[in-house]
């Protein structure tokens, strides 16, 4: 396998293991908010990331095990220090992390086979959704915030 192949895969379950943990960790974000609106739209974001998990499942065969995201930073200890957060502060803090995020996706996008170039695109797009969300929530537009995301979890299936 060339190195340029390989840097792929690993960005692929990087990435797969990054949707596992932001699954986690927006569920979890969910259950300790006590604002309805907030826990709601946390709970949107958690299906985000679960169902872009699940059309990336498939490009990486055995290495698509759920215990592998284990590595990552544990999530207990992102959730409890989110959840001291005032609204706002928890989208900017979010904001921080998705650029970077952004970059590698499209990077791996770049990379990407013909076959499997419409699922990284799914992935680069739900990166971006996010950060629309959180755009959208601090410029106040939160009645539409969620179209974004919504529109790329209509696009990624079950």
Not at 53 to 65: E, K, Q, S, T, W
Not at 80 to 94: I, P, T
Not at 105 to 112: H, K, N, Q, V, Y
Request: glycine residues 6%; without cysteine; charged residues 30%.
């Amino acid at each position: 396998m060339s190195t340029e192949m390989n840097d792929y895969r690993n960005g692929i379950l990087l990435a797969w293991r990054g949707e596992q943990w932001g699954r986690a960790f927006f569920g979890q974000l969910a259950e300790v908010t006590d604002d309805p609106e907030h826990r709601a739209k946390w709970k949107v974001l958690a299906e985000l990331e679960h169902v872009t998990g699940n059309r990336l499942a498939p490009l990486l065969g055995d290495d698509a095990d759920p215990d592998s995201a284990a590595d990552f930073p544990a999530v207990d200890a992102a959730v409890a220090a989110y959840s001291r957060f005032a609204w706002s502060d928890a989208l900017e803090q979010m904001m921080t992390i998705l650029d970077p995020a952004i970059e590698r996706f499209r990077e791996l996008l770049a990379m990407a086979p013909g076959e499997e170039r419409e699922t990284v695109q799914l992935l680069f797009d739900h990166e971006v959704a996010l950060k629309r969300f959180a755009e959208l929530e601090l410029a106040g537009e939160s009645k539409t915030s969620l179209q974004p995301v919504h529109a790329v979890i209509e696009r990624a299936g079950p």
